[in-house]
C-alpha cells in the first residue's frame, strides 16, 4: 500500500499538472485526481505556485483552489 499526502491546485473535480511531456515539450493542465502530482503544503500556499511568474497560465490557475489531499493506492496481486 502506498500512501501520499500533500495538496493538490483543484478546479471543477479536475487537478492541475502535467499532461503532456515527450521529452521535448511540455504541456500543463487540468487532469484526473487519480493521475495529478501531490505538492508539499509548504512549497503550494496558493494555486500559482505550480507555475513560474508571467506564465501564461497564471490567470487559469487564479481561478482553482489548493485542497489538502490523501491518496492511497493499494496493489493486489491475484491469480486466475
Known amino acids: 500500500m502506498k500512501i501520499?499526502?500533500?495538496v493538490m491546485?483543484?478546479?471543477n473535480g479536475k487537478a492541475w499538472g502535467r499532461t503532456y511531456d515527450d521529452g521535448h515539450?511540455?504541456?500543463f493542465?487540468?487532469?484526473a485526481l487519480d493521475?495529478?502530482?501531490?505538492?508539499?503544503?509548504g512549497q503550494c500556499k496558493?494555486?500559482?505556485d505550480v507555475t513560474y511568474p508571467g506564465s501564461k497560465e497564471i490567470a487559469?490557475?487564479?481561478t482553482a483552489t489548493v485542497v489538502c489531499v490523501k491518496r492511497i493506492t493499494e496493489t493486489?496481486?491475484?491469480h486466475d
Do not use: F, H
Request: charged share 30%.
Open 29 to 31: 493542465g487540468w487532469m
Open 76 to 78: 493486489i496481486i491475484y
Open 4 to 6: 501520499e499526502q500533500g
Open 60 to 62: 487559469e490557475l487564479e
Open 46 to 48: 496558493k494555486p500559482t
Open 35 to 41: 493521475d495529478a502530482p501531490i505538492y508539499r503544503p
Open 25 to 27: 515539450d511540455i504541456s
Open 9 to 11: 491546485v483543484v478546479k
